[in-house]
T-cell receptor, first 111, second 116 residues
Framework: AQSVTQPDIHITVSEGASLELRCNYSYGATPYLFWYVQSPGQGLQLLLKYFSGDTLVQGIKGFEAEFKRSQSSFNLRKPSVHWSDAAEYFCAVGLTYKYIFGTGTRLKVLA | GAVVSQHPSWVICKSGTSVKIECRSLDFQATTMFWYRQFPKQSLMLMATSNEGSKATYEQGVEKDKFLINHASLTLSTLTVTSAHPEDSSFYIC????????????FGPGTRLTVL
């Protein structure tokens, strides 16, 4: 069955430190891939997306993600985290018009 | 562009009443709209897919008589929670897929439903 796994439920980093959030998917073909961020009580904001082409994708707010077909992964990275990045992050896979979301990773940023 | 709105942003109702939530694509036409449900500190779960002019397709385990979906136009889909109960309290998020676009969905800001 298709699935999206975000292995880290919680991550805590210090402000200014680098960040990597992991996402793995299980699907036969290469799906569309997305990263969203959600602040408490708010909707989803798209950080970046991968449809095809260059496997390193640049997004908003200084985020980037790399698609690795061999590992079925689409990890999100940021070189220097800001306190305002504290939020919930969701990886999603687009499969023939349907999205499947990962369970989310809650990011805490220490001052 | 590609803005999706939801109304209301929050609603409180008594147990046994029905609540309607609207989802609108403001600057594009959406052949397909999606309804998700999100419990506190959990992920989004797809409830149903609605296509303009046809019946919605519900995910396994979602009661179609409980969650009525209408997609009467290319810019509006509604979700009605009938005979709401406290366990229906949740955050409901809609998304819309552009008629002429690729598979990307654009998400609304969500509606917080609290059933007393």
């Amino acid at each position: 069955a298709q699935s999206v796994t975000q292995p880290d439920i919680h991550i805590t980093v210090s402000e200014g430190a680098s960040l990597e959030l992991r996402c793995n998917y299980s699907y036969g073909a290469t799906p569309y891939l997305f990263w969203y961020v959600q602040s408490p009580g708010q909707g989803l904001q798209l950080l970046l997306k991968y449809f095809s082409g260059d496997t390193l994708v640049q997004g908003i707010k200084g985020f980037e993600a790399e698609f690795k077909r061999s590992q079925s992964s689409f990890n999100l990275r940021k070189p220097s985290v800001h306190w305002s990045d504290a939020a919930e992050y969701f990886c999603a896979v687009g499969l023939t018009y349907k999205y499947i979301f990962g369970t989310g990773t809650r990011l805490k940023v220490l001052a | 562009g590609a803005v999706v709105s939801q109304h209301p942003s929050w609603v409180i109702c008594k147990s046994g009443t029905s609540v309607k939530i609207e989802c609108r694509s403001l600057d594009f036409q959406a052949t397909t709209m999606f309804w998700y449900r999100q419990f506190p500190k959990q992920s989004l779960m797809l409830m149903a897919t609605s296509n303009e002019g046809s019946k919605a397709t519900y995910e396994q385990g979602v009661e179609k008589d409980k969650f009525l979906i209408n997609h009467a136009s290319l810019t509006l889909s509604t979700l009605t929670v009938t005979s709401a109960h406290p366990e229906d309290s949740s955050f409901y998020i809609c998304s819309a897929r552009e008629s002429t676009g690729d598979d990307e969905q654009f998400f609304g800001p969500g509606t917080r439903l609290t059933v007393l």
